[in-house]
């Protein structure tokens, strides 16, 4: 190594000539401030003999500056971090150049400097130390981390990839899968990370739920797919299956191979055994007219020409259908047979080809049906084509006895099926080769992402719809925000429909039923000039995205809480104790309640009035519970004791200590208070009302996200409200530990990039981003209306 010396007019010119000198990684020893400006000795890493720093004689300060020290320790210092050393006035001096610190001459007029020896010796001695401190730490990381390969063992990612890949799944559906792994599930147990993968590809994999509906509507139904795969048997268990349920009366069966020899023949056989129509199509013949005189049939199949998807012929054989559905009292319902044994590319080929030959027929694949399953020894495959293709799959056919052998499409026996593959496969791929190839192949794979991450949106939207109670007003309100000032406020009273309480009826939040509601403190929220409404809660007190307004509320304390009992809401989180009048009538009415106080609040206990805070050693010690609180866990440990207030009746303080679980830290202390006799509920509400302290920060936070624009008015309640029920959403999303709360929380944070760590802020960008990419997708899918000026 060698030391240089740069000098230049100010930090930012100095470190620009030691980046030009030595490189980006320049070790910078010592800063100081000299006659000329800024004074900078750097390492460069490779010796040179005109670099060397002698110990000779050289300009040097009396000691080294403070900011020296710091410099070195700091390593290698990038520009912005070098300028935040004390300001050095700009000088109109030129900028002097670099020079080796043997040839560069003292500043002229410095007479306050001290023997040059003094700098060059620190500097050799800081060098020494530096190479030891470097060699120490090197030797401590070799003792204490991982050989290469090692973490990646531990990491369940990696785990998951490689069942993913041994099973047959490609790059990027695993790429998309694991992108949305919990941060919790990475180094967690591997059953927990096994049984998330389990979930995920079922949740993705659609099926034919209902066999029964598909067999008593009927319909016609024509089989696809390239030559040998199993159509015309299929056909006949189709057939079958429809015959064991209805009879033979009602379904007739059709074919138009007049290529393959005998292949009429062995459908005839097929219908004789049961007892059905049969029709062969010549080539010249017009499909609707058959199907015309076919009308009084139930169910109608189809077996078509066995064609390669690289066959020219095969775009008109399915526009045949096309026209014939258009000439037909019925639609012809194309089914796509997939080879489960079949190679992935080959399959990705036969589903492009089929699909868009389909789109151009007039309607895309209504399903497909799996054959040659028996013959497969990976399934993730045709399953993975089925998942990123959004194909139904309607059956599975596994041998060549009718019907036996075929069977309704169990997604969870296919995903069990599919991940039990235990060896490893020699066909596994590099996950990240995508990365390094640029081809058409790759901006292929890039275009499905995007049909991908529709259907994820999707997915995240009806389970939120499914868990969380109002999320369903929420997502109808979200569009309004693009409607005119007029339409929204036209739309607002929508909101506030389930808080009128018509009749005595209950609130309505949707998919799961409200316990009580959290009230916000009287005061405008920090830095606006609105009021947080009040959130609803369910029984474990997590939150529900339905607001209720301040201002429509009923005035008066007493009446509020009176009107949320009348609504079936029966726990009340309050931001202060209520007066003595109001706790009687609670009581009396059976409703409960908890209030947050403050360590000064004064009490009494036997008479003698105190501060709450000063009896916190006097009160007997309850149970603990570890909850998260700000984005991270932590343990509550209470401890209560019997007070009163301006009244006889009698009620429990409770004095709540938040601490580190790992180091027994203490974080913070809360009080509340509490009727007694309800001790049994007391540490579940406060972990409720601990977790929802971020309510109003996030809620300000999508507020201002939602600011008004020229070309974008907001009314000022629909705002308010829009982002109360995000900050809502995105606190129950952290607090829920739910299997669909953990796979949701995955999807969202990986919109983020990887990286992220769970919590509620994180969550609220994630939010905000899920309904903006949905926006954006259904604006360029064409599916959103130009015209706002209706809802």
């Known amino acids: 190594m060698s030391v240089r010396r740069f000098i230049a007019a100010n930090s930012r010119d100095a470190m620009r000539q030691v980046r030009a000198a030595l490189g980006e990684d320049a070790l910078i020893l010592a800063n100081r401030r000299v006659d000329a400006g800024v004074e900078i000795l750097a390492l460069a890493e490779e010796p040179g003999p005109a670099d060397a720093l002698p110990v000779e004689r050289q300009a040097a300060p009396r000691e080294p500056q403070a900011g020296a020290a710091s410099s070195a320790a700091r390593a290698y210092l990038p520009e912005r971090q070098a300028s935040q050393s004390p300001p050095v006035p700009s000088r109109p001096a030129p900028v002097a150049s670099v020079t080796p610190a043997a040839a560069q001459p003292a500043p002229a007029g410095n007479q306050d ?51 993913l ?127 015309a005189q076919l009308d009084d049939k139930r169910l109608v199949i189809i077996d078509t020409v066995g064609m390669s998807q690289r066959d020219q012929r095969l775009v008109g054989q399915v526009a045949m259908l096309g026209e014939s559905s258009q000439n037909a009292p019925r639609p012809v319902r194309r089914l796509l047979l997939l080879n489960a044994a079949s190679h992935g590319e080959t399959l990705d080929e036969v589903v492009e080809t089929y699909q868009r030959a389909s789109l151009a027929a007039g309607a895309p694949l209504y399903g497909a049906i ?102 369903a007003q929420l997502e109808s309100a979200w569009p309004w925000l693009g409607y005119p000032l007029q339409a929204q406020q036209q739309q607002l009273p929508r909101l506030h429909a389930a808080w009128r309480g018509d009749g005595g009826e209950s609130a309505a939040f949707g998919s799961e039923p409200s316990h009580g509601l959290l009230w916000p403190r009287s005061a405008a929220v920090k830095g606006s000039d609105w009021y947080l409404p009040a959130v609803p809660l369910n029984s474990e007190g997590l939150a529900q995205t339905l607001p209720w307004a301040t201002h429509h509320q009923p005035a008066g304390e007493s009446q509020k809480l009176h009107f949320a009992a009348r609504l079936g809401l029966h726990m009340q989180w309050l931001p202060r104790c209520p007066v003595a009048a109001t706790r009687h009538e609670l009581d009396v009415a059976g409703v409960r309640w908890v209030a947050t106080t403050q360590a000064n609040t004064r009490v009494s206990v036997d008479g003698v009035r105190h501060k709450l805070a000063a009896l916190a050693a006097h009160a007997t010690p309850e149970a603990s519970r570890t909850c998260r609180y700000r984005g991270r866990s932590v343990r509550l ?23 580190d679980p790992d180091s027994g830290r203490s974080l913070a202390h809360r009080y509340w208070l509490m009727p007694s006799g309800d001790a ?112």
């Not at 090197?138 to 990491?155: L, T």
Request: with cysteine; hydrophobic share 45%.
């Open 165 to 291: 890949q041994n099973a047959g799944f490609g790059n990027a559906l695993a790429r998309e899968l694991l992108d949305a792994l919990p941060g919790e599930l990475v180094h967690g147990d591997p059953s927990g990370a096994a049984a998330w993968l389990h979930r995920q590809l079922g949740g993705r994999l659609e099926v034919l739920e209902d066999e029964a509906g598909l067999l008593d509507q009927g319909g016609v139904f024509a089989l696809l797919g390239p030559t040998g795969i199993g159509k015309t048997t299929t056909t006949a268990k189709l057939a079958a299956r429809y015959v064991m349920r209805h009879g033979a009366g009602g379904v007739a069966l059709i074919t138009t191979d007049s290529y393959r020899v005998g292949a009429h023949e062995q459908l005839r056989i097929y219908a004789r055994l049961l007892g059905v129509e049969v029709h062969a199509l010549a080539d010249d013949a017009p499909l609707g007219e058959l199907l």
């Open 113 to 163: 400097q001290g023997p040059p020896g003094d700098f060059a010796a620190f500097s050799a001695r800081l060098l020494d130390e530096m190479q030891d401190l470097r060699m120490l730490i090197a030797d401590r990381q070799a003792r204490q981390e991982p050989a290469a390969g090692e973490a990646d063992k531990e990491d369940n990612r990696h785990r998951l990839n490689c069942r």
């Open 637 to 659: 440990k209470s401890a209560r004791l019997a007070v009163a207030l301006d009244s006889p009746d009698s009620l429990t303080a409770w004095f709540v200590n938040l601490s």
């Open 680 to 791: 049994a509920n007391g540490l579940a509400a406060f972990a409720a009302q601990l977790a929802h302290e971020e309510l109003p920060l996030l809620a300000r936070r999508a507020w201002q996200w939602l600011a008004p624009s020229q070309a974008m008015r907001v009314d000022d309640e629909l705002r308010v409200w829009i982002a109360t029920a995000l900050a809502s959403l995105a606190i129950r999303l952290d607090q829920e530990q739910a299997d669909w709360a953990v796979d949701v929380r995955g999807q969202l944070l990986s919109m983020l990039g990887s990286g992220r760590k769970r919590s509620a802020q994180a969550l609220l960008e994630a939010l905000w981003y899920l309904f903006t990419a949905r926006d954006a997708l259904l604006q360029v899918s064409g599916q959103r209306r130009d015209d706002r000026t209706q809802p």
């Open 370 to 471: 799996l054959t040659k399953v028996d013959e497969a020894p990976r399934l993730g495959a045709v399953l993975d084509i089925a998942i990123r293709h959004g194909l139904r799959l309607h059956y599975v056919s596994q041998g060549q006895q009718v019907p036996e052998d075929l069977q309704l499409a169990d997604r969870q026996a296919l995903v069990d099926q599919a991940l039990a593959v235990g060896d490893d496969s020699a066909f596994s791929g590099d996950p990240l080769e995508w990365q390094r190839t640029s081809s058409p192949r790759r901006w292929k794979s890039l275009s499905r992402g995007l049909f991908s991450q529709g259907r994820n949106l999707a997915t995240l939207f009806a389970r939120l719809r499914e868990h969380v109670g109002g999320f």
